[in-house]
């Protein structure tokens, strides 16, 4: 198992960048894949982007690609999404997620593939 707590939420102006982080507890950390998804009011969950065991592999969602940058450090147990050129629609509830464990390259963009997930962390931006 693996816990997931995410941070560097917060109130950001258009046209910034933001760079939340999510903590993992456990050794096996580097066995998950792991992804980013958000949840704006009234609107389903929706996949931002991911990152695959090892870190070789990303898959970023459509309303984000060009602006947007996942990594991960296995040894702090930690996976960091970078988005810039923020617009008020990337407002939401950003979650963290790990897939797994699996030592497949693939990174699943359907939620309910994902076990483990973060509390959220708020991201507004202010136009």
């Known amino acids: 198992q693996v816990q997931l707590v995410e941070s560097g939420g917060g109130l950001v102006q258009a046209g910034g960048s933001l760079r939340l982080s999510c903590l993992g507890s456990?050794?096996?950390?580097?066995?998950?894949?792991m992804s980013w998804f958000r949840q704006a009011p009234g609107k389903e969950r929706e996949f931002v982007g991911g990152i695959s065991v090892s870190g070789s592999m990303t898959n970023y969602g459509d309303s984000v690609k060009g602006r947007i940058t996942i990594s991960r450090d296995n040894a702090k147990n930690t996976v960091y999404l970078q988005l810039k050129s923020l617009e008020p629609e990337d407002t939401a509830v950003y979650y963290c997620?790990?897939?797994?464990?699996?030592?497949?390259?693939?990174?699943?963009?359907?939620?309910?593939?994902?076990?483990?997930w973060g509390q959220g962390t708020q991201v507004t931006v202010s136009s």
């Open positions: 997620a790990a897939d797994g464990p699996t030592w497949g390259q693939m990174v699943r963009t359907d939620s309910n593939e994902y076990d483990y």
């Open positions: 456990g050794r096996a950390f580097s066995t998950y894949t």
